[in-house]
């Protein structure tokens, strides 16, 4: 079983929809949450960082988490052509010293005007 | 501009040919890190650096040879790759390596070898 699952889309919405993205995990030692944005030729930016249950909201931008279920998920309201990116999840043990992050595969999203 | 900057953007490469991967952070940090993004697949971690000092191997073959001369910059030497090797090489920079610190990425060396 993989680490962390995500929905490698891609995910095609109109402009102004509310983007739902997701990912589960396996690993209960996870205890970091983050959302990642990653542009076309681009290196990924840390968008969202949580870690512990319960929803942070930052803009239009919520990033969930429900530690019982090991699901994390990122929504975007109001979505805009810019958003348009490969989003990964990623996780990181509470335990590592090292910046040791486990990666999702990334959800390609299209927002079309 | 993230303040990681990886030189070559794009590189080809023969599977007899050496070639370098080159890295430089100007964020102040003593952490870098290489990563491997291949398409479909999870973001691999490769090396870890700290403070100029390897800490982490993940297990990467040979034929990928880590240097960091100095918190500032960092290298990936390679030799005798293979066609699977073709990915997205990240580099990326930390303050340090404790489980808070966030990690910034380059743009990435897009590596084709043929």
């Known amino acids: 079983q993989k680490e962390v699952e995500q929905d490698p889309g891609p995910l095609s919405v109109p402009e102004g929809a509310i983007v739902s993205l997701n990912c589960t995990y396996s690993n209960s030692a996870f205890q970091y949450f983050m959302w990642y944005r990653q542009y076309s030729r681009k290196g990924p930016e840390l968008l969202m960082y949580t870690y512990s249950s319960g929803n942070k909201e930052d803009g239009r931008f919520t990033a969930q988490v429900d530690k019982s279920s090991k699901y994390i998920s990122l929504f975007i309201r109001d979505s805009q052509p810019s958003d348009s990116a490969t989003y990964l999840c990623a996780y990181k043990t509470a335990l590592t010293g090292a910046n040791n992050l486990f990666f999702g595969t990334g959800t390609r999203l299209t927002v079309i005007p | 501009e993230t303040g990681v900057t990886q030189t070559p953007r794009h590189l080809v490469m023969g599977m007899t040919n050496k070639k370098s991967l080159k890295c430089e952070q100007h964020?102040?940090?003593?952490?870098m890190y290489w990563y491997k993004q291949s398409a479909k697949k999870p973001l691999e971690l490769m090396f870890v650096?700290?403070?100029?000092?390897?800490?982490e191997n993940n297990s990467v073959p040979s034929r990928f040879s880590p240097e960091c001369p100095n918190s500032s910059h960092l290298f990936l030497h390679l030799h005798t790759l293979q066609p699977e090797d073709s990915a997205l090489y990240l580099c990326?920079?930390?303050?340090?390596?404790?489980?808070?610190?966030?990690?910034?990425f380059g743009q990435g060396t897009r590596l084709t070898v043929v």
């Open positions: 990326a920079s930390s303050q340090g390596t404790g489980k808070n610190t966030e990690a910034f």
């Open positions: 964020l102040g940090h003593n952490a």
């Open positions: 650096y700290n403070f100029k000092e390897q800490t």
